[in-house]
């Protein structure tokens, strides 16, 4: 082996934070591909979702997070302790905030644990398309006194600006090691997970009040056909009470098309092919409150 040949380095960096702060946002926007499911309600990743960015000689794992909130109920408890486990064993810990919101409870509370840990951390500062740069050296001030940031990057992760730069300030935090992932790998979950991950966000975004925190996706079946250019996806669409199947079913079924239809665009987009989406809907009552039925849609350490 050569002597001046450049060393490789490679490290896991988790992304923590409040619910809603752009976690899930920020990792699409760093692979430059929808792998995670975003939308504007809080609690909208339920498990840690790897994502792998190259460096011309380095690779850099990134873990999002599910939203670090005060957790009522099974399902919630397993991923406020997803998000926290993600913090040990990681060579950096990237630590989101919003920039126009002002430091609170649920911050602190994060920020706590952090207290407790060793791993540098750097603290972003998203969705500065909503702030004056007056607000943003505030929020600086407020949150260098309360903790000692390796560093400090305000960005945009819907928009993208800062985040170059970001990705620049990372590097130098990972440690020498291994190539882990094949270059042209973007994440380690299975498409069936990330299939019924965009059914799931469809609901997210197209219903309201409890109904989108009582659904789960499961994929059933998955029929490639190469020679028809077409993959046959079977998903079921697990609700814990009838009257949120009624909603979700719409009038004359009308509702659920519509998840299905804009679920098949994204899916069509993640898989390369042309894609026949089946949906099916049926009601668990209080699923979300039973062992098995966690375990089974992949909500369970066990
Ligand atoms: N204006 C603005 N909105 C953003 C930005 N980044 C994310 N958002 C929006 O913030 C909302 C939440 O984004 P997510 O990426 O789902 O947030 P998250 O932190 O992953 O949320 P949880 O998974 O629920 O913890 C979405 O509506 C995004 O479009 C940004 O830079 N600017
Ligand atoms: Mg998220």
Redesign the pocket.
Known sequence: MSTNKQKFSSGFIAII?R???????LLNRILGQKIAI???K????RNRILGIYNFPNGQALFVDT??IHKAKGKLNRFMVDQAVGACSDVDLILF?IEADDSPGGGDEYILQLLDKSSVPVFLII??I??VKPPRLLKLIQQYSERFDFAQVIPL????GDGVPQMLQAIEPYLPEGPQYYPDDMLTDQPERFIVAELVREKIMRRTSEEIPYGVGVQVESFEEKPEKDLVVIQALIHVERDSHKKIIVGKGGQMVKTIGQEARKDIERLLGTRVFLELFVRVDKDWSQNERMLRELGYSKK
Request: aromatic share 0%; hydrophobic share 15%; no cysteine.
């Open positions: 934070g619910p809603n702060v752009g976690k899930s946002t975003t939308s504007n809080p609690q909208t990743t599910p939203g989101l998203n969705k398309d909503l945009s992760a819907k928009g």
